[in-house]
């Protein structure tokens, strides 16, 4: 069973940029699709950005469209969430997603809660003045 641990969360001002991480084990991550989601306080945990493990494609929420980017690290079994240009509405605990490609029947990013049966344990990020 593949397992999933996010790491880079904290504080950050506006404008400034994150680096999260998601860190898988147990299994090889070249066979899932991998989704980043948010939640924040009160609201629903939305997708934010999210890529193929068929072709690579990505797809983004437009609030972060254009300020962040998912990549994979296959060497590393990671996948990464660089946030540019942070908001104060970004503030949430951001979660590591995955599902199985064999269970997938498009070759297209996923990015909706119910695509995913992996989750990590979330990591918080906080951007504030």
């Known amino acids: 069973q593949l397992h999933l641990v996010e790491s880079g969360g904290g504080l950050a001002r506006p404008g400034e940029s994150l680096r999260l991480s998601c860190a898988a084990s147990?299994?090889?991550?070249?066979?899932?699709?991998i989704g980043w989601f948010r939640q924040a306080p009160g609201k629903e945990r939305e997708g934010v950005a999210c890529?193929?493990?068929?072709?690579?494609?990505?797809s983004y929420s437009d609030s972060v469209k254009g300020r962040f980017t998912v990549s994979r690290d296959y060497a590393k079994s990671m996948v990464n969430l660089q946030m540019n240009s942070l908001k104060p509405e970004d503030t949430a605990v951001y979660y590591c997603?995955?599902?199985?490609?064999?269970?997938?029947?498009?070759?297209?990013?996923?990015?909706?809660?119910?695509?995913?049966?992996?989750w990590g344990q979330g990591t918080q990020v906080t951007v504030s003045s």
């Open positions: 997603a995955a599902v199985g490609s064999w269970t997938v029947t498009t070759t297209q990013a996923l990015c909706t809660n119910a695509d995913f049966d992996i």
């Open positions: 147990g299994g090889n991550l070249a066979f899932y699709y």
């Open positions: 890529i193929s493990s068929a072709d690579g494609s990505t």
